[in-house]
């Protein structure tokens, strides 16, 4: 059975009192978080080889195009 909270059992300490901060902005973040992230990590052997983002893209664009000239019939990302 789940125990009801009740404000006098508050466990947050009496200086962290958000009700008399201000500058805070509601959504600030909101755009990012929506547009998602797409974060991969790589193995340190690899990431040596490619230490830049735009080093991996071009790297897997090269494969793609190579997948897709090997099955000219079934291109990459058609379903």
């Known amino acids: 059975m789940r125990k009801e ?4 059992d ?3 300490r009496p200086e962290y009192d958000f009700s008399k901060m201000t500058g805070g902005v509601r959504g600030k973040y909101v755009e990012r978080y ?9 193995e340190p052997d690899v990431a040596r080889a490619f ?11 090269l494969l793609l195009q190579i997948a897709q000239r090997q099955q ?3 291109p990459i990302g058609a379903d």
């Open 5 to 8: 909270v009740d404000e006098l």
């Open 10 to 12: 508050d466990e947050l």
């Open 34 to 42: 929506r547009a998602g992230t797409n974060l991969v990590l790589l």
């Open 51 to 61: 230490p830049t983002d735009e080093s991996v893209n071009e790297a897997l664009r």
């Open 72 to 74: 000219p019939n079934n």
